[in-house]
Structure formats: C-alpha cells, structure tokens
C-alpha cells in the first residue's frame, strides 16, 4: 500500500481526497519541527508538504519515495537537484493561488496608496481626528502601476488593476509569447522606474533585491512598493529610509527577508507600511484548493497520470514541465 506523510497541516477536503482512496495508508505530522518527520520518512512513498524544509538528507532517508507534492506554488525549501537525481517528480498547484495572491496584492496597493494604517489610527481611541485633512491619502484611478512578473499571479492583478483605471505595464525579460490586452512590456527596468506610480512584484527571489537602494532612490515620491513574492526580492532598509525620509507614499508586504520579520527589521515600525503574515494565499477557499490539488497530484502520480505541467522537474525526469516564465512559482511564492 502507497503510504503518504503529511507534513503540516491541511484543508480537511485535501486530507479526505486521501483518505478515499483505498490503498493509501495515511500520516500525518501537524508540528512544523522538522524532526517530527523523522519516524515516517523511511516508509513515505509521498511527501505532501507546507513549509518544512525537503533537503537532499531528508530525501536521502526516503528509500521509497516516489513523489513530493507541495502545498503551494514555491519551492524554494526543497531540494529540487536530490529529487531530479533519484528521477522523483516535485508537484505544484499550479493557478489556484494566483487570483487570491492578486487581490492581495490589490489590497495592498490600495491600503498603501490610502494611508490606510495612519487612517485608521486616527480613527481610534486616542488617535488624531484631524488627520482626516491632511489629504495624505492618494487615489489609484488613472496611475501607472509596473508589475513586475507577468505570471499567472501578475496577469490577474493586471485584469484587476484595469477594472479601476488604472495603466498597466509589466516587466517579465522570461515571458514567452504576447502580453495580456492593454499590458505595455518594458525592457529596461531602471530606466521605467521614474515614471511608475505603484510597483507589484511577483517574480521569484534572486540572488541580490529586484528593487534594492539604487532602484527605490529612482521612484517618485508618491510611488508605492508592493511585495506579495518572496522575502528578499525588495530591499526592506531601503525602504524603510525612503518611508522615513518622504522619498515614498507607502508599502504593502506580506512577505519578508526573514519570517517572521525581527524586530529590529526598520520597516516595521514604519506607520507608512501595510503589513501582512505571509497571508496572500491564505483564504479559506484558496487553502481548499491548495490542499485538493496538492492531494490529487500524489493520487494521479500512483495512478500514473501526473499532470506534466505541474511537475517542477518534469523535463529533467521525462514528464515535460511546468510552465516558464518570470513568476512567482518559478523558483517561490505564497
């Protein structure tokens, strides 16, 4: 009999998909210490994960292992290489976060460019009433808005951004084939940085920020950062300066450098930005289909119909491959 491990916690539909199936033995592990994974990793034919990390020697103490099926679109914390040797596919969830990510981000953009944090202090107890007249707040009807990623998670943001009139173009040097309607590409990111009024990112962490200090000194100072990616694709302390020196008008992130963010990070005391806990793909419809085709990609797997353009290493192991492009899944997201 198949025998899964579980490894976090799930949407109780995810978990049933499982259970229905008759050959599968199921385990599960809620906590999220990697140790706790240890007594069931020797006899796991899959792996469905969360956020505990996949190294090449947890894979190494999984003689049996057939598949690994992540709760998500990133994967960042497994060791893609030590599968891809062993020929086990690493599995997505493919689309079913990118329009909950999007209206996150949406969120964001409109929180930021509000002042939405300082609004709603003044509107409590002990809070500055008459901050309602200091028009800090900025509308984002008829703005340029630059996303940067034109992935499944950019594209649906940039549906959304045009349904409040607002200008869209796109930054993607990976993207293959056209842009979506009324998205304008652009090629050189420094030189558009000056004449966008809001920035979304949504492309996989790289080895230094997409915005670090020189990029945020190029944007107005009514511009707004959004980051709904990855911790690390903005750099937080230029940031953080921009905010307190008036260089910016706000900042959305539900992502950071280092999660949960240290207290000694400078952007979170600024009353300027938006914070959320990692929370884009976090609704309770999303984490349902997260969990449905996380469960349903290790079923398909044992029946021998894993659908390729979920498999991250497909082309390397013969499955051919998840879609490519500058996007949050590429390499992590939510």
Aim: charged content about 20%; aromatic content about 4%; overall charge negative.
């Amino acid at each position: 009999m198949p025998r899964v491990l579980v490894a976090g916690m799930i949407h109780d539909s995810g978990l049933d998909l499982l259970k229905a199936e008759p050959d599968i033995v199921l385990d599960q592990v809620e906590t999220l210490d990697p140790d706790a994974l240890d007594p069931f990793l020797s006899k796991a034919e899959a792996i469905l994960v969360r956020t505990q990390p996949i190294t090449a020697e947890v894979i190494a103490r999984c003689p049996a292992l057939k598949i690994v099926s992540r709760h998500g679109v990133g994967y960042d914390s497994v060791d893609v290489a030590a599968l891809t040797a062993r020929g086990i596919p690493l599995t997505i969830v493919g689309d079913v976060i990118a329009r909950s990510v999007a209206e996150h981000a949406m969120m964001l953009l409109l929180a930021a460019s509000r002042r939405l944090p300082l609004y709603d202090a003044a509107s409590r107890p002990g809070g500055d009433w008459s901050y309602r007249d200091s028009l800090a707040a900025r509308e984002i009807s008829g703005k340029r808005l630059l996303i940067i990623g034109l992935g499944r998670i950019g594209r649906n943001l940039a549906a959304m951004a045009q349904g409040f009139g607002i200008e869209v173009w796109a930054y993607d040097p990976f993207l293959s084939g056209p842009p979506p309607a009324d998205v304008t590409l652009i090629d050189d990111l420094g030189a558009a940085l000056p004449d966008v009024d809001m920035i979304s990112l949504h492309a996989p962490k790289t080895e230094r920020p997409i915005l670090g200090a020189a990029e945020v000194a190029l944007l107005k100072p009514s511009a707004v950062v959004v980051n709904a990616a990855r911790g690390g694709a903005v750099d937080e302390a230029a940031l953080a300066s921009a905010l307190s020196e008036g260089r910016l008008q706000g900042v959305g992130l539900d992502v950071y450098s280092t999660e949960p963010p240290a207290a000694d990070n400078p952007v979170i005391g600024r009353p300027e930005a938006v914070l959320t806990p990692h929370t884009a793909s976090m609704t309770q419809e999303c984490a349902e289909r997260m969990a449905v085709v996380a469960a349903r990609n290790i079923v398909d797997c044992f029946n021998g119909r894993l659908d390729p353009d979920l498999v991250v290493n497909g082309e390397a192991i013969g499955l051919g491959g998840a879609p490519q492009g500058m996007q949050a899944g590429a390499r992590g997201a939510s």
